[in-house]
């Protein structure tokens, strides 16, 4: 898009209408190669609107606030702002172009738009168009010019050169002379594009007749409307000294480089004069209108014309000087020439390449995609040429790279990925050099911070922990503690501890224990008892709080160690079980080593806890009665007497070997008979002895019944004792066992074992049975010595050894006994039927 450039008119309109015609006038864009450029007259009022740049930028106006938009200037003073709620960029403070540009054609304000969210970068530049607000100055108010009266037509006097700080056609354009019979003016154009004023004498000067001649120079500019200023200038006519001091040439050019000392010698200007003595010596001068920091820069030999270096060249502020330089003669009147002085300063590599950040977003989130902006960086050397080509790099060891923008500028993005759990934060080295020879170079650091995301989970010291616990612990009382770490930081390592739902003996774990979610402490909710509860476990979960938020698991294996909680329990005698009294009858023909009774108790605790031995305590004779240690079996010390009393009493101490000590006692009465089985026999022979017929006859009966039993038994026996063999033969031993559920005894994770104790009258078996991953139980079964047929029942599977080792352990405890052991298998009930 072009420029539409118009007159500019001062009239008499009030301030706020002239400024609101120049707004419409000048108000224009245009983007070019990326950037967008505004035009605006100078001297516009704060708060003129200079341009909607959220439409010409394609941005959202809603969205400016929430994306920070932002102005910054390279200028120092911010000249601008942006009204958020329309997108439009107006004027902060007012703009004078002569105080911000000076004396250049193009005035050229660059700013940068940074918005964030995400970050973006927008060049734009403000052109400040000149206004025609100031007149043409002279220096000099009075300007006095000496002139010898012999001097001929046609001799030129140079003028002082009116300044005006405004540019172009605002600037000065033309000089006018009042009018006059003598003198007129001449206009001389510089190579700058200056004009200097010159008077030029055309009529013969006569000081008697005029001695003293005033003249009016004015300066116009071009604007509109026209400016214009004045300077009096009086001609003194002199007499005599008719030649004035001339220089080789009317201008001089010179270079010098910018790191000059003082009292180098920069230029040495020459006049001559054809005059002679005191009328043909020369002194060497500055202009009467010298600038101050011409003064200050330099010094001029007045006997020589040697310009010499006063001050410290900067070409960055100056990059040359121009003045004049007066030549004149010691006659009477003295009389003057002129030349003009051209001093180019050359530039050298004398400035550091400088970094400045535009803007920095910090601190970046650690998963920020590769290519992510993170600063908006330019660089800045004062310098010109290769001196102020400046090129930006960054450091090798850091995960970031610069991309090149325009003029200058650079994004620093990310180039690899980002952990903050290596490394928190980065400080990202940014070199600046130019191309100068040698290369100046200077660094600037950029502190990148890392945000935490949450992308590490917590994790536990380990995966699985063993728990040891005594039974019948405190309810309440801590039982373990677990910990976990999470490498993130802030709300992303905060750790809560849980436990997972999951069944301990089809109950929920939660009603076993409870955790503290805050340390991890596992606590029991009421006393364990192991012979109901011997090891569970515990699936516990360390969560931490981010979002989304990451979680790990661990096991807790619990394992009940067993207490001696438990007496033991007398089983047999039954009536033992009811009180402490039992009663057994013993013939007094009983020899040493009757085995008068079985004491059988039974210990529900474990391991040594469960070893059960037995002791007499008390005896009415305790040399007649002795107990097994191990069995409880109850035995004749020696044969009954006639002198032993009929009715003896027994107390039996059962302990088992856990500590502290647990112990029962059972009391045994003990009743002693006289010929319990003899009464048959001497009645048979008493009967047989007897004569009579009629007794003849019952001893018949007798003896054919007899008979007829003991032929019975004897093929009862047989019958057995056959069967038996073969039952030998099948399986090794005369303990068989026989399981219908073929894919139980094929499943070896499925395992039984019984215990027996077969011996004395009463049997004991402890059967244990079921899968090797379910709960570990215990079951026991007692039969009567009177019971040729006992069922037990199992209800809930154990597990602990195979099941074949179920035969080993028949053989084992039966070694004279013949079992059958049958097993049916319904569901998950199992029915053991064992025949003696």
Same mark, same amino acid.
């Given at each position: 898009?072009?420029?539409?450039?118009?007159?500019?008119?001062?009239?008499?309109?009030?301030?706020?209408?002239?400024?609101?015609?120049?707004?419409?006038?000048?108000?224009?864009?245009?983007?070019?190669?990326?950037?967008?450029?505004?035009?605006?007259?100078?001297?516009?009022?704060?708060?003129?609107?200079?341009?909607?740049?959220?439409?010409?930028?394609?941005?959202?106006?809603?969205?400016?606030?929430?994306?920070?938009?932002?102005?910054?200037?390279?200028?120092?003073?911010?000249?601008?702002?942006?009204?958020?709620?329309?997108?439009?960029?107006?004027?902060?403070?007012?703009?004078?172009?002569?105080?911000?540009?000076?004396?250049?054609?193009?005035?050229?304000?660059?700013?940068?738009?940074?918005?964030?969210?995400?970050?973006?970068?927008?060049?734009?530049?403000?052109?400040?168009?000149?206004?025609?607000?100031?007149?043409?100055?002279?220096?000099?108010?009075?300007?006095?010019?000496?002139?010898?009266?012999?001097?001929?037509?046609?001799?030129?006097?140079?003028?002082?050169?009116?300044?005006?700080?405004?540019?172009?056609?605002?600037?000065?354009?033309?000089?006018?002379?009042?009018?006059?019979?003598?003198?007129?003016?001449?206009?001389?154009?510089?190579?700058?594009?200056?004009?200097?004023?010159?008077?030029?004498?055309?009529?013969?000067?006569?000081?008697?007749?005029?001695?003293?001649?005033?003249?009016?120079?004015?300066?116009?500019?071009?604007?509109?409307?026209?400016?214009?200023?004045?300077?009096?200038?009086?001609?003194?006519?002199?007499?005599?000294?008719?030649?004035?001091?001339?220089?080789?040439?009317?201008?001089?050019?010179?270079?010098?480089?910018?790191?000059?000392?003082?009292?180098?010698?920069?230029?040495?200007?020459?006049?001559?004069?054809?005059?002679?003595?005191?009328?043909?010596?020369?002194?060497?001068?500055?202009?009467?209108?010298?600038?101050?920091?011409?003064?200050?820069?330099?010094?001029?030999?007045?006997?020589?014309?040697?310009?010499?270096?006063?001050?410290?060249?900067?070409?960055?502020?100056?990059?040359?000087?121009?003045?004049?330089?007066?030549?004149?003669?010691?006659?009477?009147?003295?009389?003057?020439?002129?030349?003009?002085?051209?001093?180019?300063?050359?530039?050298?590599?004398?400035?550091?390449?400088? =970094?400045?950040?535009?803007?920095?977003?910090?601190?970046?989130?650690?998963?920020?995609?590769?290519?992510?902006?993170?600063?908006?960086?330019?660089?800045?050397?004062?310098?010109?040429?290769?001196?102020?080509?400046?090129?930006?790099?960054?450091?090798?060891?850091?995960?970031?790279?610069?991309?090149?923008?325009?003029?200058?500028?650079?994004?620093?993005?990310?180039?690899?990925?980002?952990?903050?759990?290596?490394?928190?934060?980065?400080?990202?080295?940014?070199?600046?050099?130019?191309?100068?020879?040698?290369?100046?170079?200077?660094?600037?650091?950029?502190?990148?911070?890392?945000?935490?995301?949450?992308?590490?989970?917590?994790?536990?010291?380990?995966?699985?922990?063993?728990?040891?616990?005594?039974?019948?612990?405190?309810?309440?009382?801590?039982?373990?503690?677990?910990?976990?770490?999470?490498?993130?930081?802030?709300?992303?390592?905060?750790?809560?501890?849980?436990?997972?739902?999951?069944?301990?003996?089809?109950?929920?774990?939660?009603?076993?224990?409870?955790?503290?979610?805050?340390?991890?402490?596992?606590?029991?909710?009421?006393?364990?008892?192991?012979?109901?509860?011997?090891?569970?476990?515990?699936?516990?979960?360390?969560?931490?709080?981010?979002?989304?938020?990451?979680?790990?698991?661990?096991?807790?294996?619990?394992?009940?160690?067993?207490?001696?909680?438990?007496?033991?329990?007398?089983?047999?005698?039954?009536?033992?079980?009811?009180?402490?009294?039992?009663?057994?009858?013993?013939?007094?023909?009983?020899?040493?080593?009757?085995?008068?009774?079985?004491?059988?108790?039974?210990?529900?605790?474990?391991?040594?806890?469960?070893?059960?031995?037995?002791?007499?305590?008390?005896?009415?004779?305790?040399?007649?009665?002795?107990?097994?240690?191990?069995?409880?079996?109850?035995?004749?010390?020696?044969?009954?007497?006639?002198?032993?009393?009929?009715?003896?009493?027994?107390?039996?101490? =059962?302990?088992?070997?856990?500590?502290?000590?647990?112990?029962?006692?059972?009391?045994?009465?003990?009743?002693?008979?006289?010929?319990?089985?003899?009464?048959?026999?001497?009645?048979?022979?008493?009967?047989?002895?007897?004569?009579?017929?009629?007794?003849?006859?019952?001893?018949?009966?007798?003896?054919?019944?007899?008979?007829?039993?003991?032929?019975?038994?004897?093929?009862?026996?047989?019958?057995?004792?056959?069967?038996?063999?073969?039952?030998?033969?099948?399986?090794?031993?005369?303990?068989?066992?026989?399981?219908?559920?073929?894919?139980?005894?094929?499943?070896?994770?499925?395992?039984?074992?019984?215990?027996?104790?077969?011996?004395?009258?009463?049997?004991?078996?402890?059967?244990?049975?079921?899968?090797?991953?379910?709960?570990?139980?215990?079951?026991?079964?007692?039969?009567?010595?009177?019971?040729?047929?006992?069922?037990?029942?199992?209800?809930?599977?154990?597990?602990?050894?195979?099941?074949?080792?179920?035969?080993?352990?028949?053989?084992?405890?039966?070694?004279?006994?013949?079992?059958?052991?049958?097993?049916?298998?319904?569901?998950?009930?199992?029915?053991?039927?064992?025949?003696?």
């Amino acid at each position: 898009m072009g420029f539409t450039e118009g007159g500019i008119m001062r009239t008499s309109l009030p301030t706020w209408r002239a400024l609101s015609w120049w707004h419409h006038l000048f108000l224009l864009w245009s983007t070019i190669d990326a950037q967008t450029r505004y035009s605006i007259p100078e001297e516009l009022k704060a708060g003129s609107v200079v341009g909607n740049i959220a439409k010409d930028l394609g941005l959202v106006v809603s969205q400016l606030y929430r994306r920070e938009l932002r102005i910054t200037s390279e200028a120092g003073k911010q000249y601008f702002n942006v009204d958020l709620g329309k997108g439009e960029l107006v004027v902060a403070e007012r703009i004078d172009r002569e105080d911000l540009c000076g004396q250049k054609a193009s005035c050229l304000l660059p700013l940068e738009l940074v918005i964030n969210n995400p970050l973006q970068l927008h060049r734009i530049e403000i052109e400040i168009l000149d206004t025609n607000d100031n007149s043409p100055v002279f220096a000099t108010k009075e300007k006095v010019v000496k002139i010898a009266e012999l001097v001929n037509p046609g001799a030129r006097f140079p003028l002082e050169a009116a300044q005006d700080p405004d540019v172009g056609i605002n600037s000065v354009r033309s000089y006018l002379l009042n009018k006059n019979e003598h003198f007129k003016l001449s206009v001389k154009s510089q190579k700058d594009g200056r004009k200097t004023p010159e008077l030029v004498l055309e009529k013969p000067l006569d000081r008697e007749r005029l001695p003293v001649h005033n003249l009016i120079l004015t300066a116009v500019d071009g604007g509109d409307p026209v400016l214009s200023g004045t300077s009096d200038i009086t001609v003194i006519v002199l007499d005599i000294n008719d030649n004035a001091p001339r220089f080789e040439r009317n201008a001089y050019e010179t270079n010098v480089s910018e790191n000059v000392t003082p009292g180098y010698e920069v230029l040495r200007v020459k006049a001559t004069d054809e005059d002679e003595g005191l009328n043909g010596e020369i002194e060497y001068f500055f202009a009467e209108q010298t600038a101050d920091l011409i003064l200050s820069l330099f010094y001029i030999e007045s006997s020589t014309g040697n310009i010499v270096v006063k001050g410290v060249l900067d070409r960055e502020k100056n990059a040359f000087h121009r003045f004049d330089v007066t030549a004149k003669d010691k006659g009477n009147p003295e009389m003057d020439g002129h030349c003009s002085v051209e001093v180019r300063v050359l530039d050298i590599n004398d400035n550091i390449p400088e =970094i400045i950040v535009t803007s920095l977003t910090s601190p970046v989130p650690e998963d920020s995609a590769v290519g992510t902006v993170i600063a908006l960086l330019s660089a800045r050397d004062p310098d010109s040429g290769d001196n102020g080509k400046v090129t930006l790099k960054v450091s090798s060891d850091s995960p970031f790279k610069l991309n090149p923008s325009v003029s200058n500028h650079y994004s620093l993005v990310t180039n690899g990925k980002l952990d903050r759990e290596m490394y928190s934060y980065y400080e990202v080295k940014i070199i600046a050099a130019d191309s100068g020879k040698p290369a100046l170079k200077s660094e600037k650091i950029i502190l990148v911070e890392l945000l935490d995301t949450n992308d590490n989970p917590p994790v536990f010291t380990q995966r699985s922990y063993n728990v040891y616990l005594k039974e019948n612990g405190v309810p309440g009382s801590i039982l373990f503690s677990v910990s976990a770490s999470d490498l993130d930081s802030g709300e992303n390592a905060k750790i809560s501890y849980s436990i997972l739902d999951s069944k301990v003996q089809d109950v929920s774990v939660s009603s076993y224990v409870y955790m503290n979610s805050e340390n991890g402490s596992i606590y029991s909710m009421h006393s364990f008892d192991y012979e109901k509860l011997k090891v569970f476990e515990i699936h516990v979960q360390a969560k931490d709080q981010g979002s989304p938020s990451l979680s790990s698991n661990a096991t807790v294996h619990v394992f009940i160690l067993d207490q001696n909680d438990n007496a033991p329990a007398v089983i047999y005698p039954s009536s033992a079980a009811l009180g402490s009294l039992s009663h057994q009858r013993m013939p007094r023909s009983a020899k040493a080593g009757h085995l008068v009774t079985k004491v059988t108790a039974v210990d529900a605790d474990s391991g040594h806890n469960a070893w059960i031995s037995y002791r007499l305590a008390e005896a009415t004779d305790a040399s007649l009665f002795s107990v097994n240690l191990y069995t409880g079996e109850v035995r004749t010390k020696r044969a009954v007497s006639e002198q032993d009393d009929s009715s003896q009493r027994l107390i039996l101490e =059962i302990k088992d070997d856990g500590e502290p000590l647990q112990s029962a006692t059972v009391t045994v009465s003990i009743l002693l008979e006289d010929a319990l089985h003899e009464p048959i026999s001497e009645l048979r022979l008493h009967k047989a002895s007897e004569p009579s017929k009629k007794s003849g006859r019952i001893t018949l009966y007798l003896i054919l019944s007899l008979a007829s039993v003991s032929v019975l038994s004897l093929l009862t026996f047989v019958i057995l004792a056959v069967k038996c063999m073969r039952s030998s033969r099948s399986s090794g031993s005369c303990c068989s066992m026989r399981r219908q559920d073929s894919e139980d005894y094929k499943n070896p994770n499925r395992n039984l074992q019984i215990q027996l104790n077969t011996d004395g009258p009463i049997k004991y078996v402890e059967v244990l049975g079921g899968d090797m991953m379910s709960q570990s139980q215990s079951f026991r079964s007692c039969m009567s010595p009177m019971s040729e047929y006992s069922d037990f029942t199992l209800i809930k599977p154990s597990s602990t050894t195979d099941f074949k080792e179920v035969i080993s352990v028949l053989d084992a405890s039966l070694p004279d006994s013949t079992w059958t052991f049958e097993s049916q298998q319904v569901s998950r009930k199992k029915t053991f039927k064992i025949f003696y």
